[in-house]
């Protein structure tokens, strides 16, 4: 496939995701006082029902089904998969977890039944004298209830939740935010902070005995860019805008931040600050710690910030580390001064396929120490690759799956690979195109060394594109009784083959010895690498037909893969973060000193624990 | 404490615990020989089930790999700094020890065993038993993961009998740790290697590069799932048929890997091997009493071939089910304890994990002894030993019946012809050991030239001695199954007290002093004197209150033949301390001890002072040196060329006393010293 121009390529990578395409907007840029400036129309609307699912992923128009004729068929216009057929998911589906479309599971049709708001009057009376938007709506207030792990939506669809919030409340700007929190210290009410609403560590999740009023802070109408610096490469922009929005309106103006995690569509740039995000591009633009310059934070004591937008400083601990990762337990993040750079002239994808997946992390890991990491490098395993098939749409001249367009090359090149072996690697290059086509030969030439064939753009554009389907896969599996999740790690590259190894092993296992009845879809792929190391990400599935609490189960499960990560060397998370889902190793993770820390951090700045989301401590 | 006891032997051991358990069914594999030809069965087709994970490789390559591994890559560098030597010379010297260490598996070895051993096995054993159930689960386990046999060690037999079970089966044959004293025997040595054995030197400490190579070798091999690794716990062949105290550094090294997580798992299987008789019975004798140990060579062994007109009976092979180390270490050790340091450097082990590992050895031995079969030449010798120089016929014959109930109630695996009468079990033993015992005119007599005592002479002495170790060692292959029990027994007479927490105070300190005779899992006390407790009362020796112990009049003959089944040790152990008392005022090494002890027992043994034979035995001489050390009694002292002792003469006569603290029988034998 032609690589086209560079923002032709970034907008068609846009386009991928969302394939939503809004209007440009109005620049708001410019104005000095941005409370009054109209908010920008964002790509998600206030009420995040009109486009959004409200007991699954993404957006409402675009999921996975099974047609008339039993096919699947992944429906909308916003992907490039939508209206496609895929003839071979309902047999990978049958085979790989033993489904069947018999046996359907099928979600209540609302969630209507919810615990009765607790309404502190004073903080309402001088809610309302703010004129700050807020509500009660039980549609709004179950909305931000959750983020996106299995038990979340599990309880969406067929159980409840013991606690949401009371009250949801729209900052328009830092200023309302100061206002709220501090409304919020004056009632004694507890804020938590939501963006996006992807987180997967239920770090939303509202403490079921908290008695207090709980208001949910959405800071999506906090979403302009305020301005753009092109002498020192920054933007400071609103910390709820939403990644796509952002890059977009970047992109407008011949820039971007690079910044790509999975969630790009729905996360902001407040959860990522909150999360420590990571992004696919890292290996160009770094990750969150490494793009913003600057942060600002509401807490219930007052403002936190740096005084000068300065590259670096010795200036004692970086206060910045005390806000990335806080996971809303500090305050709330309003706005960010981050890095920005010429969207790329050029780019390309491309792929590798390895005899096996040692050989595939040998190779990145010689790429890691030669540091000619292309944007992007992701080693998907068998499984994975196998599963790419699977995803193969019924008429599509750019849709040859994997296996098919890899079985030309299978008949001449690869005569030697195992099918049920070999793995591939997918890559995306970015630059001045002279620089991308060197660097491509250069990883490419060392890709050899390992017994990589290069395998074709095509290829590893779809294996990008997999991603993001994925999420609207796990929905179609609950419709069948196939529950899943995904959880990753970072590992020294000596143990990543290990540790891939024996998390997959660990969670067959499990799920024999807790009596799931088919063998589960384990599946792995490197998806970052780093000098020292790597970040390695798990899919994993199981039909829990015949289980009776199967939420249980699979919690056990995933309790004991984190068990086996640790106990591999891996870290209690690389971007996810801890939330209220992994709180139980923290300790463990970072020492007893280190626990006190954050807390004595916490104890200072939240002395009434106004942020009363739990996470983290 | 006492108040523990008092609660929990008070509820009763656990009846499930003890219930005999479910053994599986034995099948001959010597039948099919005696029917089929060997050559026939050397050449089958043999595609040994193998580990699902297995990257194969060749024996040249594996010692490349190990000489290349970051592990020993490391120490080699390391030790070039320390030495100054270059590291091509260690380098040079690692890949020599690979050569000497390294085995070099053969198919065609294995069919020449495969042949040699059939026509052996069937010249000296009548059957050759081999839980098929123990199989099948082997067979299993190996697909799936490394896998480590960890065999009794009872004769050389041993390995060349599981390595010959194992190609019957169409299993992998193991891959062999053993004591390069083979290295000797030039012909047998080259046949071994290719036969799987790989040789350890017995010591090698402070030798860094030995280590850092074998254990790498070791790792390699397991992570590689080239082959089972085999070892024996006890370290060495038992001389008295009795389990061995454990050794920790080669079930370390097995288990690290899986430390390390770079195995998922690995399986221990404790493998039971027992033998109605063992070709070495006499040679472990001599070795016992001191006569130095004729060195393996090649002609030796020839000369062994006398042996092979001699019926040595049956051999019994248990292969006990498989256990996961990674369920054994669930929850016992810190599973993060690797993760600040690269891998390869090799690190002291934690606590935790030293006493997980030491724990681990000593379960495995147990389980060794629960799957022992035992014969009934067993019950013959303990009952003989307990009426030297012999007893009535008939008599022995009630008496073996009545030891064969009690020991099948305690849980012993007996092996027990049902089809024949006690009197036919009984004769067809004696015919066994027809080279030990012998029945005249309805008498049955221990041979070895007892003479009555007044005539004794040292050499006389220790001819008899020859004969009383022989025969003890097949008591000993009971011990294991009656030491609970009777140690509360002897406890309940030591104590001259019938509280429980009396009885009790006296055990832990019986256990202590004997914990390097017997097999007891550190720590665990309070469940030995439990399960002792109620297997007393299952067979109404005693009863048990909430807080006394007491015997019962009608089974006092119980506990009396349990007491003495154990006074050898209980009192081989005075005789000892006695000795240190009076002989030892200065620091001695640990040579003078063995042969002092031996003068000072002889002398008893001549005057008739003592009947106590088993004293002379180096192996209890230096069992209970350890112990004496362990226990503070006696002072290890390390000098530039090697260690001394010194006696605490207070401890020593304070441990006398309380080991001498009879009932009246014994107060007899105490004046007389
Ligand atoms: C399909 C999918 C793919 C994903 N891919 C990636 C990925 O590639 N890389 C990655 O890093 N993560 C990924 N995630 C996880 C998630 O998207 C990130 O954690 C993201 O940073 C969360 O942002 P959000 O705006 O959705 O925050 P939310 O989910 O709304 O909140 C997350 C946490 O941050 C707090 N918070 C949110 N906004 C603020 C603020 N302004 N100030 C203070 N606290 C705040 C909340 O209280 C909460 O504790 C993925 C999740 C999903 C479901």
Request: proline share 4%.
């Amino acid at each position: 496939m032609a690589s086209g121009t560079s923002s032709q390529l970034a907008q068609r990578r846009l386009r991928i995701i969302s394939g939503h395409v809004q209007p440009p907007q109005t620049p708001e840029a410019l104005s000095l006082h941005p409370c009054r400036a109209p908010t920008a129309a964002g790509s998600i609307p206030k009420r995040r029902q009109e486009v959004l699912k409200w007991n699954g992923w993404g957006y409402n128009d675009s999921k996975f089904i099974f047609n008339k004729k039993g096919q699947a068929e992944f429906t909308g216009k916003r992907y490039q998969l939508g209206g496609m057929v895929l003839p071979a998911l309902r047999e990978w589906m049958e085979k790989t977890f033993g489904a069947s479309l018999e046996h359907r599971t099928t979600s209540q049709a609302s969630l209507n039944v919810v615990p009765p708001a607790i309404i502190n009057e004073g903080f309402l009376h001088d809610l309302k004298a703010s004129g700050i938007s807020y509500s009660f709506d039980t549609e709004d207030r179950v909305f931000r209830a959750h983020g996106h792990c299995l038990n979340e939506i599990f309880a969406l669809r067929e159980g409840l939740f013991r606690r949401i919030p009371d009250l949801v409340v729209w900052p328009n700007c830092h200023d309302d935010t100061l206002k709220i929190v501090e409304l919020a210290c004056k009632h004694n009410v507890c804020i938590i902070p939501f963006g996006g609403g992807t987180s997967v560590c239920n770090a939303l999740e509202c403490p079921e005995d908290e008695k207090r009023t709980i208001v949910s802070l959405d800071t999506s109408q906090m979403n302009r860019i305020l301005w753009i610096d092109e002498k020192n490469l920054t933007a400071h922009i609103e910390a709820g805008i939403i990644g796509q929005d952002l890059e977009r309106q970047l992109g407008e103006s011949g820039y971007c931040t690079g910044h790509e995690p999975d969630s790009m569509e729905f996360s902001t740039v407040g959860g990522w600050v909150a999360t420590r995000a990571s992004g696919m591009k890292k290996n160009i633009y770094g990750n969150i710690e490494d793009l913003v310059v600057h942060i600002k934070m509401v807490t219930p004591c007052g403002v936190i910030e740096k005084s000068c937008l300065s590259p670096r400083m010795s200036t004692g601990p970086d206060i910045h580390h005390f806000i990335l990762g806080s996971e809303g337990t500090l305050g709330v993040v309003t706005e960010v001064t981050i890095k920005i750079r010429p969207v790329p002239e050029y780019q390309k994808y491309g792929s590798v396929v390895f005899p096996n997946f040692e050989q595939g992390v040998a190779c990145l890991r010689e790429v890691a120490k030669q540091r000619c990491a292309p944007a992007s490098i992701r080693l998907m395993d068998n499984a994975q690759f196998q599963f790419g098939h699977a995803l193969k749409p019924q008429v599509s001249s750019i849709f040859i799956s994997f296996l098919d367009s890899l079985k030309k090359f299978y008949i001449t090149k690869f005569k030697g690979f195992d099918a049920n072996q070999l793995c591939v690697a997918t890559l995306l290059f970015e630059g001045d195109r002279e620089k991308v086509l060197q660097h491509e030969k250069q990883v490419y030439d060392i890709a050899a060394k390992f017994g990589g064939l290069a395998a074709g753009e095509d290829n590893g554009q779809r294996g990008y594109m997999l991603t993001f389907v994925i999420a609207y896969l796990r929905d179609l599996g609950m419709e069948y009784y196939v529950i899943g999740e995904s959880f990753e790690t970072s590992v020294p590259w000596d143990r990543v083959l290990d540790l891939c190894r024996n998390v997959k092993e660990r969670i067959t296992r499990e799920c024999k010895e807790k009596g799931v009845q088919f063998p589960p879809f384990t599946t792995c792929r490197v998806a970052q690498t780093y000098d020292t190391g790597a970040c390695v990400y798990f899919y994993f599935a199981f039909n829990y037909r015949g289980l009776s609490d199967s939420v249980h189960v699979y919690e056990q499960i995933e309790f004991a893969a984190r068990e086996e990560i640790l106990a591999n060397g891996g870290s209690l998370s690389h971007h996810h973060g801890v939330g209220k889902l992994r709180k139980q190793w923290l300790r463990e993770s970072i020492s007893d000193v280190g626990i006190g820390m954050l807390r004595s951090v916490k104890n200072y700045v939240d002395p009434n624990n106004i942020f009363g989301n739990r996470n983290l401590l | 404490m006492a108040a523990a006891v008092v609660g929990a032997a008070g509820a009763g051991y656990s009846q499930k615990e003890l219930s005999c358990k479910k053994k599986d069914e034995f099948e001959d594999i010597l039948e099919e020989r005696w029917q089929s030809s060997d050559i026939q069965f050397a050449m089958k087709c043999y595609t040994p089930a193998i580990y699902k994970g297995l990257s194969p490789c060749k024996p040249g390559t594996l010692k490349t790999i190990v000489l290349k591994s970051e592990q020993v890559q490391y120490v080699i560098k390391q030790l070039s700094k320390e030495t100054g030597e270059s590291s091509d010379i260690i380098q040079e010297e690692a890949m020599e020890i690979l050569e000497e260490m390294g085995h070099s598996l053969r198919l065609g070895a294995i069919r020449f065993f495969a042949f040699t051993l059939s026509k052996v096995f069937k010249k000296l054993f009548q059957r050759v038993c081999v839980n098929e159930e123990g199989i099948q689960r082997l067979t299993q386990v190996i697909q799936e993961h490394p896998v480590v046999f960890l065999p009794s060690h009872r004769s050389y037999t041993d390995f060349l009998l599981l390595s010959y079970i194992m190609f019957t089966y169409d299993l992998p044959v193991p891959v062999i740790a053993s004591g390069t004293d083979f290295l000797g025997m030039k012909m047998v040595n080259g046949l071994l290697r290719m036969s799987g054995a790989f040789f350890m030197r017995r010591t090698f400490h402070g030798n860094k590069l030995y280590w850092a190579v074998f254990a790498e070798y070791v790792k390699t091999i397991l992570r590689k799932g080239y082959a089972p690794v085999e070892f024996f716990v006890e370290g060495t062949r038992s001389r008295t048929s009795k389990t061995l105290t454990p050794k920790f550094g080669l079930l370390s090294i097995v288990m690290d890997p899986f430390f390390k997580r770079e195995v998922f798992d690995t399986y221990l299987v404790p493998i039971s091997i027992s033998y109605d008789r063992i070709l070495e019975e006499s040679l472990y004798a001599y070795e016992l009493l001191g006569v130095p140990k004729p060195k393996e060579s090649t002609s030796g062994l020839l000369k062994a071939r006398r042996v092979l007109s001699e019926n040595f009976g049956s051999i019994h092979v248990y292969f006990g089910q498989p256990v996961s180390v990674r369920t054994l270490a669930s929850g016992r050790i810190n599973r993060s304890q690797y993760n600040l340091m690269p891998r390869h450097i090799s690190q002291r082990p934690s606590k935790d994990l030293q006493e997980f590992v030491k724990d681990i050895a000593y379960r495995m031995e147990l389980i060794q002894i629960e799957n022992m079969v035992l014969n009934p030449g067993a019950l013959v010798a303990a009952i003989l030993l307990q009426n030297l120089p012999g007893m009535d016929y008939d008599v022995l014959v009630e008496k073996t019946l009545w030891l064969r109930g009690l020991t099948l109630s305690f849980g012993g695996f007996l092996d027990w012809p049902g089809n024949l009468s006690a009197s036919k079990v009984v004769r067809s033993t004696l015919t066994l050991h027809s080279n030990l015992m012998n029945l005249v005119d309805g008498h049955v007599v221990l041979l070895g030239g007892w003479k009555e005592e007044s005539r004794l002479t040292e050499e006389l002495v220790f001819q008899w001695a020859v004969s009383v170790l022989m025969c003890a060692s097949y008591r000993n292959q009971v011990v294991n199954v009656f030491v609970r029990p009777a140690l509360v027994a002897i406890s309940s007479e030591m104590a001259q007290s019938s509280k429980k927490e009396d009885i009790y105070r006296v055990f832990i300190f019986l256990r202590e002093i004997f914990s390097n005779e017997f097999i007891f899992l550190p720590g665990s006390a309070l469940k030995d004197f439990e399960e002792g407790c109620f297997l007393l009362t299952k067979c109404e020796a005693v009863q048990i209150t909430a807080h006394e112990i007491i015997v019962t009049e009608r089974e006092n003959s119980m506990v009396s033949f349990l007491s003495t089944m154990f006074k050898p040790f209980t009192e081989g152990y005075q005789i000892i301390c006695r000795y240190l008392s009076n002989d030892m005022t200065q620091a001695f090494t640990e040579k003078q001890f063995s042969s002092g002890v031996q003068n000072f027992v002889s002398q008893l043994l001549v005057t008739g002072a003592t009947q106590c034979y088993e004293a002379l035995s180096r192996d209890m001489q230096n069992n209970a040196l350890s112990t004496f050390v362990r226990l503070g009694v006696v002072k290890k002292i390390q000098l530039a060329n090697g260690f001394t002792f010194c006696a605490d003469k207070e401890a020593v006569n304070k441990t006398a006393d309380k080991l001498g603290s009879r009932i009246p029988s014994e107060q007899r034998l105490i004046s007389r010293l």
